[in-house]
């Protein structure tokens, strides 16, 4: 497998809010690769974003490149991951940004930071699954187990001592950075006999609250507070992750644990042996209703040192759908997609992104998009049907790159609409280079006359990635305040490679700090 610096997970970045970050990325690998700083705003400082063919043409073999950037106005747990094909299923790590000295949390400083990545575990190479599932136009096939922090723990058969430990003390309180790196699935994680105070999301402080169980998409991160028991329990607890699941296709239904073991009072010689192991009860594999409820308790701080800067005003409106799709089989083969003459396809209103052979940003920058993009990427489906009814007779979905250009300082409301073309699934959606706002979700079609009504304006989350519900819509609002050419696409790693994805051009402002840098001169070339 392809690691970072021979670790897998790859190693821990830690940062503080408003340092400078240069991170030398040499590819002693066959593959192409780029390296995405997963949720860093990258203010002016796009070259360094990383997915590839989007904002840098990928660091090929026996090349590096040094990604440069400056952490404005963040702090707290991010990741970082390769962004090209399926190589993130072994190439992340934590990115935890601290707040500046001096700056204290909103919360009690916690006795200790644990980061808690779940990753896929995979037995087979990612990039012959990938590669496979294109060419037979089917579904790929799923991981082999789950990983908290690279391992896999007791419940598969070889890997018992393969298991990640969380040493605690009785009486203590641990923040837990929680990281979803996996590939493809959303995941329920909890521990059993103890509850988790939800005190960040996306690196944006949140309302706390109280829950036994966390739902957390690829992408997203949670930061919780765990309190340990007072006295020293006669028993040790499994901390565990299993998906959430509401696609048709298959996926790995396995569930990974890692324990969480109180250290033994000196006093007493009770052998781990002898001592019970809870197991946490976690939600049914499609149990949607638990998804919803958790979504609406994140809610943003919005306090007056961190305040919610909803946009309250609206400039551009956009409705897009979300979903999967057809496309035809080449040459009259058949293809194991959803019939035989048609493979599997995944769309934004109906367009199927595809990556150019030259980086989107390069060729803004340049006055170069000519060939490489057009700027008409659709503000609305372009045949409005029942989105989360019967479907559609033809499914087909049209291919091309298109974008959407904006104003520097446009306010964007878009509404994201989940479709049921192929069966209503929840997908993932992120946006590079932004956070945004997420002001309303519903199930159903999206009403434009009656739904907006419902919009929290005052202290909705703050994300920069979100679940689009499963048969239903979200709202997001944000501030196109960040010069330069940001991805936005499904966290669901096949999704995206079945064409999931879309750009937002963000123009240069007038001032100089609302222009994108220049591109570094070992900007990686095609």
Known sequence: MITVNGQFPGP????????????????????????????????????????????????????????????????????????????RSTIYGPLIILPRHNSQYPFAKPHKEVPIIFGEWWNSDTEAVITQAMQNGGGPNVSDAYTINGLPGPLYNCSAKDTFKLKVKPGKTYLLRLINAALNDELFFGIANHTLKVVEADAVYVKPFVTNIILIAPGQTTNVLLKTKLHY?????????????????????????????????SKTHNTLKNLQLLKPILPALNDTSFATKFAKKMRSLASAKFPANVPQKV???????IGLGTSPCQNNQTCQ??????????????????????????????????????????????????????????????????????????????????????????????????????VGQGFGNYNPNKDPANFNLVDPVERNTIGVPSGGWVAIRF???????????CHLEVHTSWGLRMAWVVLDGKLPNQKLFPPPSDLPKC
């Open 12 to 87: 821990r970045i830690v940062a503080r809010e408003g340092d400078r970050l240069l991170i030398e990325v040499v590819n002693h690998v066959p593959n192409n690769i780029s390296i995405h700083w997963h949720g860093i705003r990258q203010l002016q400082s796009g070259w360094a974003d990383g997915p590839a063919y989007v904002t840098q043409c990928p660091i090929q073999t026996g090349q590096s490149y040094v990604y440069n950037y400056t952490i404005k106005g963040q702090r707290g747990t991010l990741f970082w991951h390769a962004h090209i094909s399926w190589l």
């Open 233 to 265: 329990p006669n028993a040790t607890f499994l901390m565990s992750a299993r998906p959430y699941v509401t696609g048709l296709g298959t996926f790995d239904n396995s569930t990974v644990a890692g324990i969480l073991e109180y250290k033994t009072p």
């Open 315 to 321: 400039d551009r409106h956009f409705f897009f759908t």
């Open 337 to 438: 997609g959803p019939t035989n003459a048609t493979k599997f396809a995944a769309a934004v209103n109906n367009v199927s992104f595809i990556l150019p052979t030259t980086a989107l940003l390069q060729s803004h920058f340049f006055g170069q998009s000519n060939g490489i993009y057009s700027p008409n990427f659709p503000n609305s489906p372009l045949i409005p049907f029942n989105y989360t009814g019967t479907p559609p007779n033809n499914t087909m979905v049209s291919n091309g790159t298109k974008v959407v250009v904006l104003p520097f300082n446009t306010s964007v409301e878009l509404v994201m609409q989940g479709t049921s073309i192929l069966g209503a699934e929840s997908h993932p959606l992120h946006l590079h280079g932004f956070n945004f706002f997420v």
């Open 479 to 489: 501030l196109a305040d960040n010069p330069g050419v940001w991805f936005m696409h």
